[in-house]
Nanobody
Framework: QVQLVESGGNLVQAGGSLRLSCAASGSISSFNAMGWYRQAPEKQRELVATAARGGATNYADSVKGRLNISRDNAKNTVYLQMNDLKPEDTGVYFC?????????????WGQGTQVTVSS
């Protein structure tokens, strides 16, 4: 069982920056992938960014060039650096870890951290 704890969410003005952190209970170097997702009010949860174990990253088109995901395996923590924030970035940001055990893929989610961007 993997536990994930997000932190770093806050209220920020448009154009500002935040850094979100996701601390994992296990060794993230063994995880297949870690990622950040967000959910705005009355909308479905959507992918923001993912980082695979091999180093490949993937971003939603709406955040490319502004947000950056990184993994610190020594600290078992994944970060999301968020720059030039826009009001449409507002939402609850969730961390997800994907592991494989006995050929079966498992997803674990954190509780989320609120990001609010004012115009």
């Amino acid at each position: 069982q993997v536990q994930l704890v997000e932190s770093g969410g806050n209220l920020v003005q448009a154009g500002g920056s935040l850094r979100l952190s996701c601390a994992a209970s296990g060794s993230i170097s063994s995880f297949n992938a870690m990622g950040w997702y967000r959910q705005a009010p009355e909308k479905q949860r959507e992918l923001v960014a993912t980082a695979a174990r091999g180093g490949a990253t993937n971003y939603a088109d709406s955040v490319k060039g502004r947000l950056n995901i990184s993994r610190d395996n020594a600290k078992n923590t994944v970060y999301l650096q968020m720059n030039d924030l826009k009001p449409e970035d507002t939402g609850v940001y969730f961390c997800k870890a994907t592991t494989t055990s006995w050929g079966r893929s498992n997803d674990y989610w954190g509780q989320g951290t609120q990001v609010t961007v004012s115009s």
